[in-house]
């Protein structure tokens, strides 16, 4: 028994080691790369540097955006009531097919007033463009919102033209309005 138990333990002990030998073998491999592991790295860095080449799959240059905000097109909604929720729905949906106000970062931002309604406007960048004051009656949001997308667009076509107009290199175009 005892020499059975001897046994026993001789060979856990080979079969252990050659788990453990096996083991230790594939963290070399992985530690230190082989060819292929080096091929996958130079790969995975051709991947990268593709994607930050400023060209696109048939050569074409891509062009940088103008305006130097990445993200354009974006309408923030910072109302709180029902009235300047319906406000931002409105005029969310009429802008939206409109090419001047789509491409601009526009916020939409309420002061709630218990005696006078809500006072919403609308800012482009740190320049307000639509200011007005909405009563609780939601059906006077709508008729608001038609108003507020002809003359943000309209200030915003104003505001494009003075800056392709004056240009100076020494101040960014923050600066020039």
């Known amino acids: 028994m005892k020499a059975l138990r001897y046994k026993s333990a001789i ?3 080979f079969l252990l080691w ?3 030998s096996t083991y230790a073998e594939e963290m070399t491999e992985a530690v230190s790369p082989t060819a292929n592991g080096q091929a996958a790295l130079a790969d995975e ?3 990268v540097d593709a994607i930050n080449q400023l060209s696109g799959p048939d050569g074409a240059e891509v062009e940088r955006p103008t305006n130097g905000s990445e993200l354009t097109g974006i309408m923030v909604d910072r109302t709180i009531t029902m009235a300047g929720k319906t406000f931002y729905r409105a005029f969310s949906q ?3 097919g409109n090419p001047i106000i789509g491409n601009a970062t526009i916020t939409i931002q309420e002061r709630p007033d218990a005696r006078w309604g809500s006072q919403v406007w609308i800012m482009e960048r740190n320049q307000m463009h639509f200011r007005t004051q909405l009563s609780p ?4 949001a709508d008729r ?3 108003e ?3 003359i943000v667009e309209e200030a915003l076509l104003r505001q494009k033209l003075s800056s392709a107009l004056s240009s100076d ?3 960014g175009s923050e600066e020039l309005r």
Request: aromatic share 4%; hydrophobic share 50%; net charge positive.
């Open 137 to 140: 009656r939601i059906s006077e």
């Open 144 to 146: 608001a919102a038609g």
């Open 11 to 13: 060979l856990c002990y």
């Open 18 to 20: 050659g788990s453990a």
């Open 148 to 150: 507020a997308v002809q």
């Open 45 to 47: 860095q051709a991947a």
């Open 94 to 96: 009429r802008a939206m």
């Open 169 to 171: 290199k020494d101040l």
